[in-house]
């Protein structure tokens, strides 16, 4: 039984470990997760405005996707307006992004908040989007951003 567990467990943690962004070209009309109405989409560039820090607030809201986790496509960073960019993570881990979604614009159903980044957590996403060593120690300060929690996101174009 010890042995049936163990070899359970190497299985997983290797599944694990070659984690990869699921195929897709990310056409318009492609949903993930429990998609996003899109005719219900209100400019990220709006949001801003509404956000005051320490409230939650749900949101639907177009955006183009400026980068994607390369690893398995877990979280996205997503133009607000020309100086500033939007972070978002899946909820729950519960889909996961094709790296093609890079460039294209979404519409995502969510949860959005301002919130401060930690170092640690900055200098970690840096290591993910396979940055150099110097961009990743250049990373000294923790910065306060949009931030979204996606129950679904749908290619819009």
């Known amino acids: 039984m010890k042995k049936l567990f163990v070899l359970m467990m190497l299985v997983m943690l290797s599944k694990i470990s070659l984690a990869q962004p699921p195929d897709g070209k990310a056409l318009p009309g ?6 996003a109405d899109a005719s219900k989409a209100t400019d ?3 949001l801003p405005a509404q956000l005051k820090k320490g409230k939650s607030i749900p949101v639907i809201i177009k955006a183009k996707v400026l ?8 979280w996205l960073k997503l133009q607000v307006n020309d100086s500033t960019t939007a972070f978002v ?4 881990y519960s889909f996961f992004l094709p790296s093609a979604i890079k460039g294209k614009t979404i519409a995502l159903d969510g949860q959005a908040e301002l919130k401060v980044t930690s170092v640690s957590e900055l200098r970690h996403y840096a290591e993910d989007a396979k940055k150099s060593k110097e ?3 250049a ?3 923790p910065t306060e951003e949009i931030r979204f929690i996606a129950n679904g996101i749908s290619v819009v174009k």
């Open 30 to 35: 492609d949903t993930y997760g429990a998609g």
């Open 89 to 92: 993570k899946m909820k729950d």
């Open 135 to 137: 961009e990743i120690e």
């Open 139 to 141: 990373i000294t300060q």
């Open 44 to 46: 990220i560039a709006a």
């Open 67 to 74: 980068d994607v986790c390369p690893n398995k496509g877990c």
